[in-house]
């Protein structure tokens, strides 16, 4: 029993160690485990990351095609507004250029006014060399001026409605150059505005840092590891269980026969010290005394032949008893 208890106990020594061996291979890839999935883990943010550029990205980009769209807007509404300047300045030259004969004209009215109403006032004089001129060359001559001055005022007019009519045009144009000053000053205005949300954007997406990762590792080539290391642990934990049952069973065998052993022991003494104590009494024969001491001397024998033996019969042990009171 000693031997098997040993043995036993070094098998469960070696099964302890095996599985010390097999949980720190289960806990080496269980680690590895965890790296992957943390690096995993830090390349889904990295993609989220990623993403994010991308969409600012393109967000910054789409504001940068509304900033070129706006400023494409504004140049037109420039052109519009230079050539509606170029307009008024020709139409204000036009102007100064009808006020200038609209004046000359003027002055050829006032004096061909002063002359005829002087020719009116002396009709016997000539009124360019004031010689003495019958009524038929005046009348010929009043008749001509005033048809020239009616020629003239007729000019005068139409110098006077093409300055008004310039002057609408002036009036109409600076309105819509008014309009386009505007339109012009809400594009500059959305521009600006468009600009600083651009850089915002550019400001977020060129701050984004991503990180590189090369190729990760299997994760099943780990987790077939700890699937095989947890059968062998469990394997090994079940041959523990066995052989500690074993040896706790060997044990309890062991201590059961000890306690026989001693018992046995104890009830030798115990007879050594009654067969002591016997006295055979004298009132026997030589005969009979020969025989019991022949008897003594065999349950003597077979007491000494028990001390060798691992094991007793109570009830043989018992009756052995009887014999050597007998």
């Not at 052109?79 to 139409?91: F, G």
């Not at 290391?229 to 026969?257: P, R």
């Not at 009830?267 to 020969?290: A, C, M, R, W, Y």
Request: net charge negative.
């Amino acid at each position: 029993i000693n031997e098997s208890i040993t043995e036993y106990k070094s098998k469960l020594k070696i099964s302890e160690s095996e599985i010390i061996s097999n949980q720190t291979s289960k806990e080496k890839a269980e680690l590895s485990i965890t790296k992957i999935k943390e690096e995993e883990k830090l390349k889904e943010e990295a993609e989220k990351l990623q993403r994010e550029y991308d969409s600012k990205k393109t967000l910054y980009d789409h504001k940068n095609e509304l900033i070129q769209g706006l400023k494409n807007e504004r140049k037109s509404v420039s052109s519009s507004i230079d050539e509606y300047d170029d307009l008024i300045s020709d139409v204000q030259s036009s102007i100064e250029k009808d006020e200038k004969e609209k004046t000359s004209i003027q002055d050829q009215i006032t004096k061909l006014s002063n002359r005829i109403t002087e020719a009116e006032e002396n009709p016997s004089l000539c009124p360019l060399c004031k010689n003495v001129i019958n009524k038929e060359e005046l009348d010929h001559w009043l008749k001509e001026k005033k048809e020239e001055l009616k020629d003239k005022e007729n000019l005068m007019k139409q110098r006077e409605d093409s300055i008004a009519a310039n002057n609408q045009k002036i009036d109409e144009w600076n309105e819509k150059i008014s309009d386009l000053t505007k339109k012009k000053n809400e594009f500059t205005s959305s521009i600006n505005d468009a600009e600083k949300e651009a850089k915002k954007i550019y400001d977020e997406f060129s701050s984004i840092e991503i990180p590189e990762f090369g190729d990760s590792e299997d994760i099943s080539t780990y987790e077939s590891v700890i699937s095989e290391k947890n059968k062998k642990i469990a394997s090994l934990e079940t041959e523990i269980k066995e052989f500690s049952s074993a040896i706790k069973k060997l044990q309890s065998q062991k201590e059961a026969i000890d306690e026989k052993i001693g018992a046995i022991k104890n009830e030798i003494d115990s007879l050594q010290k009654e067969h002591d104590e016997i006295i055979i009494p004298n009132t026997k024969s030589d005969k009979e005394l020969k025989e019991l001491q022949d008897k003594k001397i065999e349950v003597i024998t077979k007491i000494e032949g028990l001390k060798k033996k691992k094991f007793i019969d109570e009830e043989y042990l018992a009756g052995l008893k009887e014999q050597i009171k007998d």
